[in-house]
């Protein structure tokens, strides 16, 4: 069974660094790519970047470019979302999903989301 | 950036009704475009990709349509856990974009 399992909620301050991983199993990680998508409280989803875990090529969209950082360990199977120093605009819910390298298609299987606060 | 349309942004229906959601492309992205699910609190569902191929283990109530730059997705007979959210979303060039949501609640 596919399933992408995501790190638990996060509190942080302002300011601070943060890493949540986005854990693949039931495939093999390395020959799928894994998207970020943000949805902010309340919004629709933004879609942040794709990462091909099996040569870390990764393309971000120009609204989150050096604002956060993705990166992939295809050993684990894991995937990050990194950020460097947090602002209250993070606070966010923060899923990822996979996407078979195929052309045709779109993002099939999603993780349960990791829940991001950023407040002093 | 493609920027991605839907309309209407909510919709009221009926339980059995058939209701239709257009998602409008600002230019060609061919069939790459897909649907999503999104119920409160919960995790978004692949409903449709490539327009119109259903995603493993969805009903066929659900159906998509389109080419080019306009495309639909038809719900049939709804059924009370169909009010959800839906969004379309293309991926023919980076950065793949979401259109804005369409609320779709119980009349």
């Known amino acids: 069974e596919v399933q992408l399992v995501q790190s638990g909620a996060e509190v942080k301050k302002p300011g601070e660094s943060l890493k949540i991983s986005c854990k693949g199993s039931?495939?093999?990680?390395?020959?799928?790519?894994i998207v970020w998508v943000r949805q902010m409280p309340g919004k629709g989803m933004e879609w942040m970047g794709i990462?091909?875990?099996?040569?870390?090529?990764?393309r971000y969209s120009p609204s989150f470019q050096g604002q956060v950082s993705m990166s992939a360990d295809k050993s684990i199977n894991t995937a990050y979302l990194q950020w460097n120093s947090l602002k209250a605009s993070d606070t966010a819910m923060y899923y990822c999903?996979?996407?078979?390298?195929?052309?045709?298609?779109?993002?099939?299987?999603w993780g349960q989301g990791t829940l991001v606060t950023v407040s002093s | 950036d493609i920027q991605m349309t839907q309309s209407p942004s909510s919709l009221s229906a009926s339980v059995g009704d058939r209701v239709t959601i257009t998602c409008r492309a600002s230019?060609?992205?061919?069939?790459?475009l897909g649907w999503f699910q999104q119920k409160p609190g919960k995790a978004p569902k692949s409903l449709i990709y490539a327009t119109s191929t259903l995603q493993s283990g969805v009903p066929s109530k659900f159906s998509g349509s389109g080419s080019g730059t306009d495309f639909t997705l038809t719900i049939t007979s709804l059924q009370p856990e169909d009010f959800a959210t839906y969004y379309c979303?293309?991926?023919?060039?980076?950065?793949?974009?979401f259109g804005q949501g369409t609320k779709l609640e119980i009349k």
């Open positions: 990462i091909q875990p099996g040569d870390s090529d990764t």
């Open positions: 979303q293309q991926y023919n060039s980076y950065p793949y974009t």
């Open positions: 230019q060609g992205i061919s069939n790459q």
């Open positions: 039931g495939y093999s990680f390395a020959t799928y790519w």
């Open positions: 999903a996979r996407k078979p390298a195929s052309r045709e298609a779109s993002f099939d299987y």
